[in-house]
């Protein structure tokens, strides 16, 4: 039986490339290493056990605890007098091990002192396998092969991991938990923190463990390069306890296998049944990222492991920050994806569910409602991570105030940032000072936390309209070179159904001014002009429709347009009673988003708004498409004035 993390979706690529299934390995401990907010507070990891994993798993610990200390009362004093029997030196020994770490991430690096062990440090008790002195010149790393410090009977206690039967003691201690990474001694995490990026985070808010997925897909530590794999497992485990169902998926699996672990008395590597595992951790350290893609209720955990083609030493010294893709990491992906001609436009605008218009939530009520958008960001940038794919952020000013962090995270990652406003009000309720106002307070909060600079804009609700067409002037302005809001079809609070260009082009603003336009897909079915491949329409519409779209553009040499926001990953968002119409569009399909932008992404290429206007092929689109704005200006802005609706606003193809 193969893990449930090499089921279905598994493609190998040989010659140090990358092996995907639906379990993903991935960065989500970014987040930790992020630096210090603006006030000089530190930067709160967020990604801590849910309530109901945490209960669960204490459970689960007692009554395998309890279990464990009976079971094996009576072979207690056997294995004692054994090991007496066979060389001197007590029969059991304490160690120092190094416990769960309840601190939250973001601390400097450069302020960590040497009796930093990364967790609370507690006594372990084991039967001894090795002989008396055998550490008279410190602690070392397991001896690969036959170690001579360990006993005959070591060796047998060591293969049937009956040596670590008093542990269950700091199982019911709640010192350790029955699954979790393996407890490492102070002398090894302190040194492991400086060459092992991320070797930390294994430990937050997790308990170590005494079996766990690294212990029995790779056994016993035998030298630095075992441990860097090790960590990667490490952090996967932790991530698989954010998500009540995968944890359990996680748990049940780590379980069935440290049986299995037992009766062959080897790590799963060594397994003739798991040629795949095997060749994932063999021969170099690899890189590992997390994406948790749900669909129909069920999140499924997969994993892309990529292999390392330099030095070990070079692999853990790198930076803390995430790993980009390495060349051989790209050229694999692409072969994973369908040969397009052009890439498309992959797009987020990074709002909360409070902020959606169909759920007409007051201002008032933002600051009090709980929101994931901090792990619903994670979750995206990890699931662009596993296809080597690049995006733009559209992010609101209000959420980069709340939430630092996501702008960090989104930084950090190499993906575009661009503006989404202020207070997500649509341009259509605002006067031209009022908008000037609002796209200024975006721009400080974004730059306040990136060193970007920050090109792009996407309207609230694509409320760049025929009357609102004086907005483009103020973006140019402020040194916004390409928007990304106008929508060409008719709906009841958006679009310009007589838009004369579907294509990237450039909106002349006369005076001198201009500014690109990005407008958002539409598609012509049956006589009708109907929007496509995002937000609601995305989760609407059959997956085989967004997909037979995408194809056609791209075969036609056109780029389309995907759009979403983090809200609609998360199912378990609050729901609010609204009208029936409202509550359908915010509301469903939610359970199908990941899972139809995990298809895309595997069948098309994708990347953000601004790498892809700086490609020959849409800058050839650019040079031979220019669209001509007619519109009033204000002889000055006014703070309360509105410009006249529908006065002379339009738009003329050149």
């Given at each position: 039986m193969e893990p449930f993390f090499f089921r279905k979706r598994v493609t190998a690529v040989t010659d140090g490339g990358v092996r995907k299934s639906d379990f993903d390995l991935s960065t989500m401990v970014m987040e930790a290493t992020a630096p210090k907010r603006a006030d000089g507070a530190e930067g709160e990891t967020n990604m801590k056990p849910s309530t109901a994993v945490s209960a669960l798993k204490r459970t689960l610990d007692i009554a395998v605890g309890l279990a464990g200390t009976t079971a094996f009362l009576l072979a207690y004093p056997i294995l004692a007098l054994l090991i007496k029997l066979e060389s001197e030196g007590p029969a059991l020994y304490s160690q120092s091990r190094v416990g769960l770490d309840k601190r939250g991430g973001g601390r400097r690096e450069d302020s960590r002192r040497a009796t930093d062990v990364g967790g609370k440090p507690f006594t372990i008790c084991k039967f001894r396998t090795m002989s008396a002195d055998a550490e008279k010149?410190?602690?070392?790393?397991?001896?690969?092969?036959?170690?001579?410090?360990?006993?005959?009977?070591?060796?047998?206690?060591?293969?049937?991991?009956?040596?670590?039967?008093?542990?269950?003691?700091?199982?019911?201690?709640?010192?350790?938990?029955?699954?979790?990474?393996?407890?490492?001694?102070?002398?090894?995490?302190?040194?492991?923190?400086?060459?092992?990026?991320?070797?930390?985070?294994?430990?937050?808010?997790?308990?170590?463990?005494?079996?766990?997925?690294?212990?029995?897909?790779?056994?016993?530590d035998d030298s630095l390069e075992s441990v860097v794999k090790k960590t990667h497992f490490d952090l996967a485990y932790r991530a698989s306890m954010f998500s009540l169902t995968s944890?359990?998926?996680?748990?049940?699996?780590?379980?069935?296998?440290?049986?299995?672990?037992?009766?062959?008395?080897?790590?799963?590597?060594?397994?003739?049944?798991?040629?795949?595992?095997?060749?994932?951790?063999?021969?170099?350290?690899?890189?590992?990222?997390?994406?948790?893609?749900?669909?129909?209720?069920?999140?499924?955990?997969?994993?892309?492991?990529?292999?390392?083609?330099?030095?070990?030493?070079?692999?853990?010294?790198?930076?803390?920050?995430?790993?980009?893709?390495?060349?051989?990491?790209?050229?694999?992906?692409?072969?994973?994806?369908?040969?397009?001609?052009?890439s498309n436009f992959f797009t987020i605008d990074v709002e909360c569910w409070f902020h959606a218009h169909n759920l007409h939530m007051p201002r008032s009520a933002w600051d009090g409602s709980k929101t994931r958008v901090v792990e619903n960001v994670h979750r995206i940038l990890n699931l662009l991570a596993a296809h080597d794919s690049k995006a733009t952020f559209f992010v609101l000013g209000w959420v980069a105030d709340r939430f630092p962090e996501v702008v960090r995270m989104i930084d950090i990652a190499g993906h575009e940032i661009g503006t989404h406003g202020y207070h997500h009000e649509k341009v259509t309720d605002m006067t031209p000072y009022q908008f000037e106002k609002d796209l200024d307070m975006s721009l400080n909060a974004l730059t306040r936390y990136t060193s970007q600079k920050i090109i792009g804009h996407r309207a609230s609700n694509f409320s760049i309209v025929d009357s609102t067409l004086w907005a483009l002037e103020t973006m140019s302005r402020y040194g916004i070179e390409y928007d990304s809001s106008i929508f060409p079809v008719k709906r009841k609070r958006y679009g310009i159904p007589s838009y004369p260009n579907r294509m990237p082009h450039v909106i002349d603003l006369g005076n001198g001014a201009s500014i690109k336009e990005v407008p958002l897909s539409v598609a012509d079915i049956g006589g009708k002009t109907l929007p496509i491949s995002g937000g609601g329409y995305l989760r609407l519409y059959p997956h085989a429709v967004t997909d037979l779209y995408i194809r056609h553009q791209n075969r036609?040499?056109?780029?389309?347009?995907?759009?979403?926001?983090?809200?609609?990953?998360?199912?378990?968002?609050?729901?609010?009673?609204?009208?029936?119409?409202?509550?359908?569009?915010?509301?469903v399909n939610l359970d199908t988003t990941e899972w139809k932008l995990d298809k895309l992404l595997q069948?098309?290429?994708?990347?953000?708004?601004?790498?892809?206007?700086?490609?020959?092929?849409?800058?050839?689109?650019?040079?031979?498409?220019?669209?001509?704005?007619?519109?009033?200006?204000?002889?000055?802005?006014?703070?309360?004035r509105p410009m006249p609706v529908h006065s002379t606003g339009g738009l003329l193809a050149a």
């Open positions: 010149n410190g602690p070392q790393l397991c001896v690969k092969g036959h170690d001579p410090r360990v006993t005959r009977l070591g060796r047998f206690l060591r293969s049937t991991h009956l040596d670590e039967l008093p542990q269950f003691w700091n199982v019911l201690k709640g010192e350790m938990s029955f699954i979790g990474p393996r407890p490492e001694r102070p002398h090894f995490t302190v040194r492991y923190f400086r060459e092992i990026p991320d070797y930390r985070e294994r430990t937050r808010h997790v308990k170590p463990g005494i079996t766990g997925l690294s212990q029995i897909v790779l056994g016993y944890w359990i998926r996680m748990e049940f699996w780590v379980l069935f296998n440290t049986v299995r672990y037992l009766v062959k008395r080897g790590p799963l590597t060594e397994s003739a049944r798991l040629p795949a595992l095997a060749e994932l951790v063999s021969e170099n350290p690899g890189r590992a990222r997390i994406a948790m893609v749900r669909h129909r209720g069920t999140l499924k955990p997969a994993m892309v492991l990529a292999k390392s083609t330099g030095p070990a030493h070079e692999q853990v010294t790198r930076s803390e920050a995430p790993i980009s893709p390495s060349r051989a990491e790209r050229g694999v992906a692409s072969q994973l994806r369908s040969e397009a001609p052009i036609q040499g056109r780029p389309a347009m995907l759009y979403f926001h983090p809200w609609e990953l998360d199912v378990e968002q609050k729901r609010i009673a609204t009208g029936r119409l409202e509550s359908f569009q915010h509301y069948r098309h290429s994708f990347t953000s708004v601004k790498e892809n206007l700086a490609s020959g092929s849409i800058k050839a689109m650019l040079a031979s498409h220019t669209v001509s704005a007619r519109f009033a200006r204000p002889a000055a802005i006014h703070p309360v």
